[in-house]
């Protein structure tokens, strides 16, 4: 949550190969569940003609991936992970504008959110035979012109990901994704929000950090490609 991944599903979803763009809030634990991600993509924007991709991104530890047990042929897993201090900030800063009081507004609460998360990736990482690509989720803002080939690459696209993207029926709306305007430009925004008026804990902070450092260091020497912030 809160680590570019609108942005990755509109750029994703964007080109005519892959169907598919927001949080379907699905588990993936048998190929049942594939007929109703596919359901709910013909309820929206339909399928692309000469289209080869479903997308789905799974944010939080509530769904599951089970690639063993979904009889696919092909099966592309993109794994991201952000670094806590901004992802963190971000998550307080947009659960504090809810109307109701919410368990995420408060940064002790977010943090442990963000650890458990964190830690189960790297579970699923460990656990699993199937090959995955690993990238730092910044590269969407900060460096995408390194990290679209090399996606490209593991998808094996005919044809480039693009920086410009389209804005989709459920571009925007909740339980969909971002719902910020910044959604809506088309393209990518390389300005960062800056949530630092946002207090963490210092031990709060060092316990996230060094969750995310064991967990990165293990989920990059266990990915078939990767690509990672401040490599050349």
Same mark, same amino acid.
């Given at each position: 949550m809160r680590a570019y991944t609108s942005l990755a599903g509109h750029i994703l979803g964007s080109h005519p190969q892959i169907n598919g763009y927001y949080e379907m809030h699905l588990s993936y634990e048998d190929a049942s569940a594939l007929d109703r991600q596919q359901g709910a993509l013909l309820q929206g924007d339909g399928f692309k003609p000469d289209s080869c991709y479903l997308f789905d991104k799974l944010l939080h530890n509530d769904y599951v991936l089970k690639p063993d047990r979904l009889g696919l042929a092909e099966l592309k897993i993109l794994v991201a992970l952000a670094e806590p201090a901004h992802t963190i900030r971000s998550i307080v800063h947009l659960f504090r504008q809810k109307p109701d009081p919410d368990l995420y507004a408060s940064p002790v609460e977010a943090a442990s959110y963000y650890v458990e998360r964190v830690r189960a990736i790297a579970?699923?990482? @460990?656990?699993?035979? *199937?090959?995955?690509? &690993?990238?730092?989720?910044?590269? *969407?803002? +900060?460096?995408?012109? +390194?990290?679209?080939? %090399?996606?490209?690459?593991?998808?094996?696209?005919?044809?480039?990901?693009?920086? +410009? &993207?389209?804005?989709?029926?459920?571009? @925007? %709306?909740? +339980?969909? @994704?971002?719902?910020?305007? %910044?959604? %809506?430009? @088309?393209g990518i925004d390389r300005a960062r929000n800056d949530y630092a008026h946002i207090a963490i804990p210092d031990e709060v902070l060092r316990a996230a950090q060094a969750a995310y450092r064991e967990c990165r260091e293990w989920i990059v020497s266990r990915a078939a490609d990767s690509v990672c912030l401040g490599e050349r």
């Amino acid at each position: 949550m809160r680590a570019y991944t609108s942005l990755a599903g509109h750029i994703l979803g964007s080109h005519p190969q892959i169907n598919g763009y927001y949080e379907m809030h699905l588990s993936y634990e048998d190929a049942s569940a594939l007929d109703r991600q596919q359901g709910a993509l013909l309820q929206g924007d339909g399928f692309k003609p000469d289209s080869c991709y479903l997308f789905d991104k799974l944010l939080h530890n509530d769904y599951v991936l089970k690639p063993d047990r979904l009889g696919l042929a092909e099966l592309k897993i993109l794994v991201a992970l952000a670094e806590p201090a901004h992802t963190i900030r971000s998550i307080v800063h947009l659960f504090r504008q809810k109307p109701d009081p919410d368990l995420y507004a408060s940064p002790v609460e977010a943090a442990s959110y963000y650890v458990e998360r964190v830690r189960a990736i790297a579970d699923f990482c @460990g656990a699993t035979d *199937w090959p995955y690509f &690993y990238f730092d989720a910044e590269l *969407w803002q +900060r460096a995408p012109e +390194r990290l679209l080939p %090399r996606l490209t690459a593991w998808l094996e696209l005919d044809s480039p990901l693009s920086e +410009r &993207y389209e804005v989709f029926s459920q571009t @925007g %709306r909740a +339980r969909r @994704g971002d719902t910020s305007e %910044r959604m %809506r430009s @088309g393209g990518i925004d390389r300005a960062r929000n800056d949530y630092a008026h946002i207090a963490i804990p210092d031990e709060v902070l060092r316990a996230a950090q060094a969750a995310y450092r064991e967990c990165r260091e293990w989920i990059v020497s266990r990915a078939a490609d990767s690509v990672c912030l401040g490599e050349r």
